[in-house]
């Protein structure tokens, strides 16, 4: 996990909001997707993590920073360029119905992008149809049915065929599996951890469920209003957050940490208003362990230890482990 396949550098999404003002959904994040990593995205509904996973493959627009693609930035590409770039970067969504045409068969929903975006023949496609069909596990005898047909679960394997049509290297999977039942979610994740490894995919799984997270993801970032907060391996953070705000949230799920039974941490107060974030450290309103500097001082996304890295004055991992590198990246 060597080879950086994108490299976000300052990215940033603003919407108008109510009253003129403006709502800074994603700000100045920096972030790296290594090639063939799985990176899990966790936090709080309304915290941006869906708007980032959307921008960095253009579902939204970025309103500044750039996205580099094996090396190149696709945030300035248009037309022609920008539709072959972005077969190889697909997502998945929450719900695949809503991206499902009610009128046509899944088959030719499936084959829809290969022939698009990929430029298959129609020959090419219903045998690349076949194939996904029988890989996410519906049989190919499905592709002239329409998706009313399906059951939940099976709407989300004809969302994922979908997605894997024109072969891409990343996928942003955003809640896959939070609208189904919890048996059916097993059987989801065992197939896409299938997909993950036999097709070699980069993937930003998203979710608020940090269980779910735990049996997909190599990497967690955590996102608190809008800003990446802490960015650690899957065993590291399981077995211990740098981030108060990752601390609370896995006290919530006791049975999920490695560490020693810990008290469950109460997270009071709402997320503060994107459109009006509290000075300094953003999280200060709701951190049981904040100090004078905290309300003023916003903390920089620093490297704490080999390949740990948090955005908190006092980060919660032990002083021996603390590495004496600078900031790695700004403050916003
Ligand atoms: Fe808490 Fe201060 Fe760290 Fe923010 S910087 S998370 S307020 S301790």
Avoid: W
Avoid at 144 to 169: D, K, M, N, V, Y
Avoid at 205 to 227: C, K, N, P, T, W
Avoid at 249 to 268: Q, Y
């Amino acid at each position: 996990m060597t080879t950086p396949l994108l490299e976000i550098e300052k990215l940033r999404v603003e919407f108008s909001g109510s009253a003129g003002r403006r709502v800074r959904a994603v700000r100045d994040v920096d972030l790296t997707i290594y090639e063939g990593e799985t990176l899990g995205l966790v936090g709080e509904s309304g915290c941006g993590k869906s708007t980032l996973g959307r921008s960095i493959i253009r579902v939204t627009e970025p309103t500044g920073g750039a996205i580099r693609y094996l090396g190149h930035d696709i945030t300035r590409l248009r037309g022609t360029v920008f539709r072959q770039t972005r077969a190889d970067l697909q997502m998945v969504f929450q719900d695949p119905f809503g991206s499902l045409n009610p009128r046509r068969t899944i088959g030719d929903s499936i084959a829809e992008p290969l022939l698009r975006a990929r430029g298959a023949t129609r020959a090419e496609a219903r045998a690349a149809v076949d194939d996904l069909l029988d890989q996410v596990g519906l049989g190919r005898e499905a592709a002239g049915r329409r998706p009313h047909e399906f059951s939940g679960g099976q709407r989300q394997r004809i969302g994922i065929a979908r997605a894997l049509a024109p072969s891409p290297r990343f996928v942003v999977a955003d809640e896959p599996v939070s609208a189904l039942d919890v048996s059916i979610q097993a059987q989801v994740i065992n197939l896409l951890s299938d997909l993950i490894r036999d097709r070699g995919l980069t993937m930003l799984f998203i979710s608020h469920d940090l269980g779910v997270v735990r049996h997909i993801a190599d990497r967690i970032a955590v996102m608190y209003l809008g800003e990446i907060i802490e960015i650690a391996s899957r065993d590291d953070f399981f077995a211990g957050p740098a981030h108060p705000y990752g601390e609370a949230l896995l006290s919530s799920v006791p049975a999920l940490s490695a560490a020693p039974a810990r008290e469950r941490i109460e997270l009071t107060g709402e997320l503060p208003d994107p459109a009006d974030p509290p000075p300094g450290c953003t999280f200060h309103t709701r951190c049981r362990y904040a100090v004078d500097v905290c309300r003023t001082e916003a903390p920089a996304l620093r490297e704490v230890a080999d390949g740990r890295q948090v955005r908190c004055h006092l980060p919660l991992i032990p002083v021996s482990a603390l590495s004496t590198a600078s900031p790695v990246k700004g403050t916003s």
